[in-house]
């Protein structure tokens, strides 16, 4: 037996918005940050759990005082135990009787906990020696809804026909597992379509991705409508009629707004409309993808739990569904979303980019591709070739497609020289005249 | 002129759970506490704003902590400018572009804007040397308006519109402002209700509520089915027929579980069922409510912000609106609250207890009162007898009804001595022996 030795935190902050990498409408100066969190343990076999939440610079600390504050719930515990019912604790640290009264659910304290439970998976993972994506694949039908906690989706999905979910998916797995190590899963990027980046800097990324052998990309749009006509005909005059185009508004309307904007943006041939309003609006979502089908609305990033996931396929809101590696409360909710998702027959497409979250959603992705989706149909994770040199096994893209992990762990650890150089504010990236 | 001298932080709590006093069935053990702000100026009147997000214990830190990541966006600051412009501040915090990630517009980050947001309003009404309600009261519609944000809500509820609403109103205001000042404003009592007391302490607590002047109790439910039938049976057989008896689950169930336990208490005439499941989970408030009609659900204590309620008051989730005065980002949020519940003529019964509820809601009901709504008819608002000690304008209730306030402020500002003596974990209160 071993126990819970330390649980460290620490604020990294890479300064990418001083290159306008990452700027969209409601976020024009990013600096891709990790409220980061290392879970070491007293084994001999030195292995450590590493995990993050996903921000994007000032608040950073206050994402990081939130998993500190987790801490006495799980220092000095039994490790195996721990592992062996990870759908346990993770009911009990959402259901913290004090600590939910933060969200409940939502928000800080949830993705702190996300934070807290994916880092136990990657310390699973690596003592397994295998990739989460396998871990999660080899589990029985049974042992993943274990790991699911059904309170409020029992009226829309419960235990019993999740079962029967996963257990249609149970022919073909071993198939589609060696499908992925040879063809890898598809992605698409967003790296031409910041919106910071000129008219020359969009057409020439635009056609380096399509050399590089991506079929779809993504264009932030909704500050300015000239200027998103401009850029999308340009863009699609780049690519050719054969690459998909998606657009991002990043939440910057009202769904009358939304309708409008996007109806003068119609004749581009969207592949998605990505949060058009607020992630919130649950009827605002349905409203507007009625109103602009057959264009399909796309959300998730921002979706604060698997009750809101749950609304949105309910009533059309989403028509794409795009889960977040440290949105919600770690791996665990996010397997009930890709539930959700397949009982409504709704494909998952990751929200990726920032710092780690490729490296980390593609885990759950390949995961669903083998044992609850059963599909790379319309699947596609997002690619932003941002920051991955600072992971120890970052994410490999090849002719437009991630390959299959095949290191251990979840994919969300830092290097460690990275962790120093970038920590906030004493790290030597910022004191240094930054 | 004047500047923002000071963002001073506390972090306070009250171990009230050593007297099982809140406890409900998601909340067995809480610690009133309080993530407390005090921001000072320059100015010779030495006038401060005093602001807290309620919190029920752990967690209370990160909480502190998201206030305190406000402060560089605040402080040094024209104090004047400020108070001018308080609709200005709330979106220059709310939307601030990277704060922003950690909600958006929920849970940690968005409860701290609204404690630093209070406070202003709290500076500003002991400027004024008026009570909050007043202060709000003597507004004109176009000043009102001009403090909400009605981004995401104008698909149901524009500024053209919410003007209207509040012109309607304006005529009788000074008659409404005289009827608060002689009768007050109604109050309900939860003291009776909570889970953790016996038979007995409940039946002595109901009669004292009616002895009292009360005309309506709650109980918190949901943990046991007989329990709930015999605490309700019990209190009715106390209060008569005359009073009414609302019940609270504080968010226990999921959709069937709800429906199928409150039938089963129906036969006690239940005022309203108030957090039946998720406070999230829009579409089942509207699946229950359809249910158990004419039986009325209230939700609003966990209801993040103003889209939420926009949705649940969209689909009939709510027939009751609670409010709360540091769930949502402060005093212009909870504007654009009562605004919606006014244009869908939804009664608001604010949410209150914790530390310090009832001393600031009280001003918004009243402020509903003279400016939004306009009635009493159907209104109260929650009082619960703990901790209004360490107030220095402790809430009046006098005979079942809420006395208007006529200290200048917000009501939110705690005795120096107590916020000594309960700061944690340093506080004499905690260190000695706790």
């Given at each position: 037996m071993s126990i819970i030795a330390a649980i460290e935190t620490s604020d990294l902050r890479f300064a990418t918005s001083r290159f306008l990498d990452g700027s969209d409408a409601m976020n024009p100066d990013p600096d891709y940050s990790a409220a980061y969190v290392t879970v070491r343990t007293d084994a001999a076999d030195e292995l450590e759990g590493h995990g993050f939440v996903f921000t994007i610079g000032r608040g950073n600390d206050v994402q990081v005082a939130a998993i500190d504050a987790l801490r006495p719930l799980v220092l000095g515990r039994d490790v195996e135990a721990m592992i062996a019912d990870l759908g346990g604790l993770w009911r009990e640290l959402v259901h913290?009787?004090?600590?939910?009264?933060?969200?409940?659910?939502?928000?800080?304290?949830?993705?702190?906990?996300?934070?807290v439970v994916n880092a136990m998976w990657d310390l699973r993972a690596k003592r397994e020696g295998k990739p989460l994506w396998q871990v999660l694949a080899e589990l029985s039908p049974a042992e993943i809804v274990d790991l699911v906690d059904f309170r409020y989706l029992t009226d829309v999905l419960d235990r019993t026909e999740a079962l029967r979910l996963l257990e249609r998916m149970s022919d073909g797995r071993a198939e589609r597992m060696a499908n992925l190590r040879t063809q890898g899963f598809p992605a698409y990027t967003t790296t031409p379509g910041w919106l910071g980046y000129d008219d020359q800097k969009l057409a020439r990324l635009a056609g380096e991705a399509v050399e590089d052998g991506f079929?779809?990309?993504?264009?932030?749009?909704?500050?300015?409508?000239?200027?998103?006509?401009?850029?999308?005909?340009?863009?699609?005059?780049?690519?050719?009629?054969?690459?998909?185009?998606?657009?991002?508004?990043?939440?910057?309307?009202?769904?009358?707004?939304?309708?409008?904007?996007?109806?003068?943006?119609?004749?581009?041939?969207?592949?998605?409309v990505e949060e058009p309003t607020s992630p919130d609006d649950i009827l605002g979502h349905a409203a507007i993808a009625e109103r602009i089908a057959p264009i399909r609305v796309a959300t998730g990033e921002h979706v604060a739990n698997r009750v809101m996931f749950k609304q949105l396929l309910q009533v059309g809101g989403t028509q794409v569904v795009q889960i977040d590696a440290t949105r919600v409360a770690g791996v665990n909710e996010n397997i009930a979303i890709l539930l959700l998702a397949a009982k409504f027959g709704v494909p998952v497409c990751p929200h990726a980019g920032g710092v780690g979250l490729c490296e980390v959603v593609q885990h759950l992705a390949m995961f669903d591709y083998v044992a609850v989706g059963g599909s790379m149909a319309g699947r596609t994770i997002e690619h932003v070739d941002h920051l991955h040199e600072h992971f120890t096994t970052p994410v490999r893209v090849d002719r437009g497609r991630y390959v299959a992990p095949s290191e251990p762990g979840s994919g969300a650890q830092i290097i460690a020289s990275s962790r120093d150089s970038f920590r906030f504010p004493d790290g030597p990236e910022w004191s240094n005249g930054s």
């Open positions: 913290d009787s004090q600590l939910r009264w933060l969200g409940p659910e939502k928000g800080v304290m949830h993705m702190a906990i996300g934070a079929t779809l990309i993504k264009l932030k749009v909704g500050a300015d409508l000239d200027d998103d006509r401009r850029r999308l005909a340009l863009a699609r005059d780049v690519v050719g009629p054969d690459i998909r185009i998606a657009i991002d508004a990043n939440q910057r309307w009202g769904v009358d707004d939304a309708v409008r904007w996007i109806k003068e943006l119609a004749e581009f041939d969207l592949a998605w």
